[in-house]
Each structure stands twice: as structure tokens, then as C-alpha cells.
């Protein structure tokens, strides 16, 4: 479950934070490393043991061949010196895989558009029956009665309408005619009939319905997603994530992330800063 969710009925739970969960990351076959350096004469090692900064320092190095005369201060300089001549390509070796939930259909809408250096996957609204169901509420929103009232009726009402339609739905398509007007073989069975019956009943529910996505991406798009939406100007809710994801890869990797830092803001969120942009 979400760090911070409320029960509002049996079929109904308000979220105001997102979680994410580290799920997959790099390791080195050390001795594949080591063959690589072997064969071209050179003899090098990394002070870093994180994978991510082990993999960006020798892929910049492969660049100039400069394992023989590495430059003093170890991982740490070499990856700030990365940064401060705008080399990001090295960065995108470094890869992550993450568990995103508790967020909006709203903030998806934005995460998406992050196409280079990402990969998506996300639930399925067509096959995961929503009639027990999350809901991310917007902090503005939530920390006022009055406000907070006017969202949780139209919550309450178009979760009902979901429910509803996908009932009626469900029912209406065991008949080959309706079945047919759906575009459905008339003997189609009971997962058949449900999926087509909750892809149109989702058409109800509100860019606040909470989804689960899946996410890939190297450390030089993480950056550049950093720099968007931790931004002050950007939409609370993904300003919210990129400051928890931000958490999580400055202990991942701090030699690639650490020169990020996080200035408050008004609204209880922090703004994301660095003086290496745009690597």
C-alpha cells in the first residue's frame, strides 16, 4: 500500500503520496571487465563499487582510452568532470528499473512524454477491474474541508457510474446482438465480455484514478526529468515524485546525482537545482 492512504469506504481509498520501488539494477561481470583491460594492456579499477558509476566512468574512458593515466580523485572527479563539460552520453549506461504507484492518470499523462532514454509499462485499465479503486487527491484540494467535499462527491459519483456501467454492461453483451454491436463473436466468453465491458465503462473515471507504472530509464534521461519536473513551475504532483525519486538516486548513486539539491517551497514540495543542466 502507498506510504499515505485513507479509507473512504470499502470501495474507495484517497492517496496523497506516491512510492517508488528499486526494482532492478546493473552489475558488472568483473571478469568480462577485466578481459576487456587485459587485452588492450591496461590494468584499471574503478574506486566506485556502484555499477551505474563504474559503467559511465569506463564508457567515457573507452572514448579516449585513458584507463593507463586515469585522472586523480577517482569516480567522483571523473563523473563531476562528466558534468561539467556536458559529456551526458556516457550517462546513459547507467540504468535503472522502477515500480511507480500511488500516482495519478494525470501525472502518467506527463510522465509519458518522456520518451528518450525511458521505457513504460503501465496497468491496464481494459483487463484491471476498477470497482475497487485509488484515488490521488491534489494536496491543494485535500487540505481544505470545503474543497475537499466538492472532489469526494465527484469521486464517489463517477466510481459509482464505473461500477454501474460495467454491471450493466457485463450483463447486456451474454446477448449475441449486443455482443455483435460490440463487435464481439456472439459466443464470446465471460474475460472477453468483461474486458470489453470495462474498457468502455473506464471512460468515466477521473484523471485522478491512481495507476501503477513501470518505468526504465538511464541516468541521463533521469536528469533531464529531474531538471523538468522538479522544477518550481512544474505540476505539484510529479514535482512530489521527482523529489522521492531524487532520494532514492542520490543513495543509488550518489557520484552521479549528488550535485542536486532541494530548495523548499511554498506548498510543502522542494524544488530540484543543479549546476550542471542539460548534460
Known amino acids: ?5 485513507k479509507q473512504v469506504d470499502a470501495s474507495i481509498r484517497i492517496i496523497t503520496e506516491p512510492s517508488v520501488y528499486v526494482v532492478g539494477k546493473q552489475v558488472i561481470p568483473d571478469a568480462e571487465l577485466d578481459r576487456f583491460l587485459a587485452d588492450h594492456g591496461v590494468s584499471w579499477e574503478s574506486d566506485s563499487e556502484i ?5 559511465t566512468e569506463t564508457a567515457g574512458r573507452v572514448c579516449y582510452m585513458s584507463f593507463a593515466k586515469p585522472r586523480p580523485g577517482g569516480n567522483s572527479a571523473y563523473l563531476t568532470h562528466i558534468k561539467e563539460v556536458g559529456h551526458g552520453s556516457v550517462l546513459e549506461h547507467a540504468v535503472w528499473n522502477f515500480v511507480i504507484t500511488g500516482v495519478s492518470r494525470s501525472l502518467t499523462h506527463e510522465l509519458v512524454r518522456h520518451r528518450a532514454g525511458f521505457g513504460y509499462s503501465q496497468l491496464s485499465q481494459r483487463y484491471v477491474d476498477e470497482s475497487v479503486a485509488e484515488y490521488v487527491e491534489p494536496d491543494i484540494i485535500a487540505g481544505d474541508p ?19 456501467l460495467a454491471e450493466k454492461l457485463n450483463a447486456k453483451l451474454a446477448d449475441p446482438k449486443a455482443a455483435a454491436t460490440a463487435m464481439l463473436p456472439p459466443d464470446a466468453d465471460r474475460t472477453t465480455r468483461r474486458k470489453a465491458a470495462r474498457q468502455a465503462a473506464r471512460s468515466v473515471l ?14 541521463r534521461a533521469l536528469r533531464h526529468f529531474l531538471e523538468q519536473r522538479g522544477s518550481s513551475f512544474a505540476e505539484p504532483e510529479i514535482r512530489k515524485l521527482a523529489g522521492k525519486l531524487l532520494d532514492i538516486l542520490q543513495k543509488e548513486s550518489p557520484n552521479l546525482f ?22
Open 1 to 5: 500500500m502507498p506510504s499515505v492512504a
Open 51 to 55: 555499477a551505474a558509476e563504474v559503467l
Open 146 to 164: 470545503e474543497l475537499h467535499a466538492i472532489w469526494l462527491e465527484a469521486i464517489k459519483q463517477s466510481h459509482g457510474a464505473y461500477i454501474k
Open 206 to 219: 477521473p484523471n485522478a484514478t491512481e495507476t501503477k507504472i513501470f518505468v526504465t530509464a538511464n541516468a
Open 258 to 279: 549528488g550535485d542536486y539539491e532541494k530548495k523548499p517551497l511554498p506548498d510543502g514540495t522542494f524544488e530540484l537545482v543543479t549546476a550542471y543542466k542539460k548534460v
